[in-house]
């Protein structure tokens, strides 16, 4: 059970690391890299081959600005890529348009701008139908988190 975080720059660790924080919650096994898909696709391409042949099964991409890191990935493997737009100019939304308008039939699953952490969720969603104990965990998770929001919203809130 191996997922792979793939970002473009370095710089967009911090809103990558979201989604290995909840990987480990669910003791998924988790690889990052720093790859670009214009700086150095051959060594992307390459990644890729390795993953594959090391077992991995899903891959969470993250990227800004042209934003092209997922759909390159998405062209060039068949395992499931979610894309994480990062906000690197106008909001974010370039980012997001650029990875959700994906020509078919080469799709990329795409999550909120900056929320790695729903990719990282996708990700054990894919998971969970392979592997049952993903699935026992994944439900107690849901379970926990409505208990713990009707627990904090009991009382009403004040305005």
């Known amino acids: 059970m191996k997922v792979a975080i793939i970002f473009g720059s370095k710089s967009d660790t911090s809103k990558m690391k979201n ?24 060594e992307l391409s390459k990644t890729l081959r390795n993953l594959e042949d090391d077992g991995y099964e ?4 993250g990227a800004g600005l042209a934003a092209h890191l997922p759909g390159v990935i998405a062209s060039q493997t068949i395992l499931p890529v979610i894309g994480v737009p990062i906000d690197a100019a106008v909001n974010g939304l370039d ?3 650029a990875i959700v308008q994906m020509p078919k039939p080469i799709p990329v699953a795409t ?3 900056n929320n790695s ?5 996708l ?3 894919i998971l969970a139908l392979k592997y049952p104990q993903v699935k026992e965990q994944l439900i107690e998770y849901r379970k926990n988190m409505k208990k713990q929001f009707i627990e904090e919203n009991s009382e009403g809130v004040e305005l």
Do not use: D, T, W
Not at 21 to 42: D, T
Not at 58 to 61: M, T
Not at 117 to 121: H, K, P, T, V, W
């Open 95 to 97: 980012a997001l348009l």
């Open 117 to 121: 952490f729903n990719a990282g969720m």
């Open 111 to 113: 999550v909120a701008i």
């Open 19 to 42: 989604a290995a924080n909840i990987l480990k919650e669910f003791n998924v096994e988790y690889k990052a890299f720093v790859l670009s898909a214009h700086r150095v696709p051959e």
């Open 123 to 125: 990700a054990i969603q």
């Open 58 to 61: 899903c891959i969470i991409a």
